[in-house]
């Protein structure tokens, strides 16, 4: 049975993502309204009561916003995080220890079903910040956002993706010249903010080069996401990938390259 994605909202208003195969229903990251979640399930023909885990990428509001709710529109799910990240959220924004939480070890996995979901450590001003990689038999989809660069260690976990959903969420000429504080934009441009159009460019460009000597009978779908409202746009975070797949010669006839956006729902990919 095929492992599924869909990109419910990815940006940095909210961001919800919907993986499934079978029965087994869940999200990665909740930091939109609930309503916005159910109907967004709904689109795509899954029921937000069947959802069986939340995975929480790290703590900030823009993708934990709904956990609560989450939890009482189904009554299923067990929610995921990194102990430190459930500290601070509880700390924050909840004393209920009702909900039905799990702790997800480092550098290890958690088997669901047919579903083996892995922690990547990611560089991203929080306390304990994760992305996942998703398995199914031979089939990898992974999520990486929120991270200001992709060192080795991440790079090593990503690079056999059959689904990429990677940040590219500004182009750094724009960023520099905006209205935000200095403060700001130091610390999304940093190692531990966001990540540039240009670097996660140069990322496709090494997982592009490890398929070609690796692995090149195996299409790949790369997915842009956390898209800045301000500061990118779809065009130029296509435009910074594609040209530096085309610098090196590469032709888009075993890849699939797409953005996901804040106010719209993505088609639904299979892995």
């Given at each position: 049975?095929?492992?599924?994605?869909?990109?419910l909202?990815s940006?940095?208003?909210?961001?919800?993502?919907?993986?499934?195969?079978r029965?087994?229903?869940?999200?990665?990251d909740v930091?939109?309204?609930?309503?916005?979640?159910e109907?967004?399930?709904?689109?795509?023909?899954?029921?937000?009561?069947?959802?069986?885990?939340?995975?929480?990428t790290?703590?900030?509001?823009?993708?934990?916003?709904?956990?609560?709710?989450?939890?009482k529109?189904?009554?299923?799910?067990?929610i995921?995080?990194?102990?430190?990240?459930?500290a601070?959220?509880?700390?924050?924004?909840?004393?209920?220890?009702?909900?039905?939480?799990?702790?997800?070890?480092?550098?290890?996995?958690?088997?669901?079903?047919?579903?083996?979901?892995?922690?990547?450590?990611?560089?991203?001003?929080?306390v304990?910040?994760?992305?996942?990689?998703?398995?199914?038999?031979?089939?990898?989809?992974?999520?990486?956002?929120?991270?200001?660069?992709?060192?080795?260690?991440?790079f090593?976990?990503?690079?056999?993706?059959?689904?990429?959903?990677?940040?590219?969420?500004h182009?750094?000429?724009?960023?520099?010249v905006?209205?935000?504080?200095?403060?700001?934009?130091?610390?999304?441009?940093s190692d531990?903010?966001?990540?540039?159009?240009?670097?996660?460019?140069?990322c496709i460009k090494?997982?592009?080069?490890h398929?070609?000597?690796?692995?090149?009978?195996?299409?790949?779908?790369?997915?842009?996401?956390?898209?800045?409202a301000?500061?990118?746009?779809e065009?130029?975070?296509?435009?910074?990938?594609?040209?530096a797949?085309e610098?090196h010669g590469?032709k888009?006839?075993k890849?699939?390259l797409?953005?996901?956006?804040?106010?719209?729902?993505?088609?639904v990919?299979?892995?």
């Amino acid at each position: 049975m095929e492992l599924k994605f869909c990109s419910l909202a990815s940006g940095s208003k909210g961001n919800c993502y919907a993986v499934w195969q079978r029965d087994n229903i869940f999200l990665v990251d909740v930091g939109i309204s609930g309503k916005k979640i159910e109907d967004g399930l709904a689109s795509v023909g899954l029921d937000i009561s069947q959802v069986t885990g939340v995975f929480i990428t790290h703590e900030h509001i823009d993708h934990t916003k709904s956990i609560k709710m989450i939890c009482k529109k189904s009554p299923l799910a067990k929610i995921y995080t990194r102990p430190a990240t459930w500290a601070h959220i509880r700390d924050e924004r909840m004393k209920d220890d009702s909900l039905n939480h799990r702790f997800i070890p480092i550098e290890s996995s958690i088997v669901l079903g047919d579903l083996t979901i892995e922690t990547i450590s990611t560089n991203h001003d929080a306390v304990d910040p994760v992305g996942y990689k998703i398995s199914c038999k031979e089939r990898k989809l992974s999520i990486l956002t929120d991270t200001g660069s992709i060192d080795d260690k991440i790079f090593q976990k990503i690079k056999d993706s059959h689904l990429l959903l990677l940040e590219s969420n500004h182009e750094e000429n724009i960023l520099q010249v905006c209205s935000y504080p200095y403060k700001t934009k130091m610390r999304i441009l940093s190692d531990f903010g966001h990540l540039s159009n240009s670097a996660a460019a140069s990322c496709i460009k090494n997982i592009l080069s490890h398929r070609v000597e690796n692995i090149p009978d195996e299409d790949l779908i790369i997915l842009l996401a956390h898209l800045s409202a301000d500061n990118n746009s779809e065009h130029l975070a296509k435009q910074a990938a594609n040209n530096a797949i085309e610098i090196h010669g590469w032709k888009p006839d075993k890849f699939h390259l797409d953005v996901v956006r804040q106010d719209k729902i993505s088609k639904v990919y299979k892995v």
